[in-house]
């Protein structure tokens, strides 16, 4: 089954750092385009950044200098490294898989939310 | 920077009549355009994509037209799992979305 499991959400106090993990199965994640998108609570979807199959990122304004997109191709998993987290951070963060050919996000995960509050 | 806007914020209509949602680019993006529905608690899920074609899965009272700027997502006859929150998206832009409710 193909299938994407986000992990590693929670709060955290303003300037803190949170990890977050997407499993993957039924799919390698490394032949893939795959990106991070959030939404905040009661708001829409925001496209957070994008690790491509050869290891090009990109990363949405509001986020550059501060979150890291990286995978781990042995264990099939993407990440999201947030640093300096901010209030306007609070959001569910979905992983999913960005079909190149398609140009459209195939596959999601159930989100994890990350809440930054002191 | 592409934008994209959709109209209404919110449709309200009855289980059976037909839903017609509208979305607009700030620019041409050919036929690159991606509809998702979305459902409280739930995560997306992708509807249609290259602005018509049908993901798999997807019955077929869902339909998706258009190109360049304006783009549609018509809903034949409304089901009761239908009523949710409809987003379009053209790479790394959403659209704001639109509601469809219960009359």
């Known amino acids: 089954e193909v299938q994407l499991v986000e992990s590693g959400g929670g709060l955290v106090q303003p300037g803190g750092s949170l990890r977050l993990s997407c499993a993957a199965s039924?799919?390698?994640?490394?032949?893939?385009?795959m990106s991070w998108v959030r939404q905040a609570p009661g708001k829409g979807l925001e496209w957070v950044s994008v690790?491509?199959?050869?290891?090009?990122?990109y990363y949405a304004d509001s986020v550059k200098g501060r979150f890291t997109i990286s995978r781990h191709n042995s264990k099939n998993t993407l990440y999201l490294q947030m640093n300096s987290l901010r209030a306007e951070d609070t959001a569910v963060y979905y992983c999913?898989?960005?079909?190149?050919?398609?140009?459209?996000?195939?596959?999601w995960g159930q989100g994890t939310m990350v809440t930054v509050s002191s | 920077e592409i934008v994209l806007t959709q109209s209404p914020a919110t449709l309200s209509l009855s289980p059976g009549e037909r839903a017609t949602l509208s979305c607009r680019a700030s620019?041409?993006?050919?036929?690159?355009l991606a509809w998702y529905q979305q459902k409280p608690g739930q995560a997306p899920r992708l509807l249609i994509y290259?602005?018509?074609n049908r993901a798999t899965g997807i019955p077929a009272r869902f339909s998706g037209s258009g190109s360049g700027t304006d783009f549609t997502l018509t809903i034949s006859s409304l089901e009761p799992e239908d009523f949710a929150v409809y987003y379009c998206?053209?790479?790394?832009?959403f659209g704001p979305g639109t509601k469809v409710d219960i009359k």
């Open positions: 999913a898989r960005d079909h190149g050919d398609l140009g459209a996000f195939d596959i």
């Open positions: 039924g799919f390698t994640v490394s032949s893939n385009y």
């Open positions: 690790i491509y199959s050869g290891g090009s990122t």
């Open positions: 620019q041409s993006v050919s036929s690159y």
């Open positions: 290259d602005a018509s």
């Open positions: 998206q053209q790479r790394f832009t």
